[in-house]
């Protein structure tokens, strides 16, 4: 079993759906959660930062994180073509920069 | 504006031909990451420097080495290129210190291709 878990798609939604990305993963240890958003051939970029579990929201953008469930989500509400990409979730154990694990992404389509 | 900026953006180089990709920061982040992600995978680590302190992951094969000669550059030297190290090489910066050391910043990558 891979550390973190993420249906790679690709996902084709309409213009203006609700999205839902999704990862498990296995190290309970885990407790700082990343959502990252990379279009082609570009780095990613840092979309959503959170710490334990709970909801944080930032704009379009919800980021969820169960840890009894080992399962993060990334909710975009009214989603615009410009979201098409590949969103990648990233976590580790502390504070300090280090152990970074992340999965492998998923590629998501928003159709005009 | 503050950034990474990673050149080449593209690279080709042949089986076995030493070759160096660059990275720098303006964000004057203490520390610099080297991943490599090829196509429709995670990114992988490589190594890392916390300041001068260099970090080699467990995995990261000999043939990956790594220099940062000051704050704001670092270097990716590929030994010996075979053809399953041709991927996207991203480098990323993060500032330990403040509470938001893994707050990471991409730069673009480099896309190396090995013929």
């Known amino acids: 079993q891979k550390e973190v878990e993420q249906d790679p798609g690709p996902l084709s939604v309409p213009e203006g759906a609700i999205v839902s990305l999704n990862c498990t993963y296995s190290?309970?240890?885990?407790?700082?959660f990343m959502w990252y958003r990379q279009y082609s051939r570009k780095g990613p970029e840092l979309l959503m930062y959170?710490?334990?579990?709970g909801n944080k929201e930032d704009g379009r953008f919800t980021a969820q994180v169960d840890k009894s469930s080992k399962y993060i989500s990334l909710f975009i509400r009214d989603s615009q073509p410009s979201d098409s990409a590949t969103y990648l979730c990233?976590?580790?154990?502390?504070?300090?920069?280090?152990?970074?694990?992340f999965g492998p992404g998923t590629r998501l389509s928003v159709l005009p | 504006d503050a950034m990474v900026i990673q050149n080449p953006r593209y690279q080709v180089t042949q089986f076995g031909k030493p070759v160096t990709l660059s990275c720098s920061q303006t964000?004057?982040?203490?520390?610099m990451y080297w991943y490599q992600q090829k196509s429709s995978q995670a990114p992988k680590l490589l190594f890392h420097?916390?300041?001068?302190?260099?970090?080699n992951e467990a995995d990261t094969p000999d043939n990956f080495q790594s220099r940062r000669p000051n704050t704001s550059f670092c270097f990716l030297d590929i030994r010996s290129p075979g053809l399953g190290d041709a991927a996207m090489y991203l480098c990323?910066?993060?500032?330990?210190?403040?509470?938001?050391?893994?707050?990471?910043?991409f730069g673009p990558g480099t896309r190396l291709t090995v013929t």
């Open positions: 190290n309970s240890a885990f407790q700082y």
């Open positions: 990233a976590m580790t154990v502390d504070n300090y920069g280090q152990n970074f694990v």
């Open positions: 964000l004057n982040h203490n520390v």
């Open positions: 990323a910066t993060s500032r330990i210190g403040t509470g938001k050391g893994n707050e990471q910043y």
């Open positions: 959170t710490y334990s579990s």
């Open positions: 420097y916390y300041d001068k302190d260099f970090n």
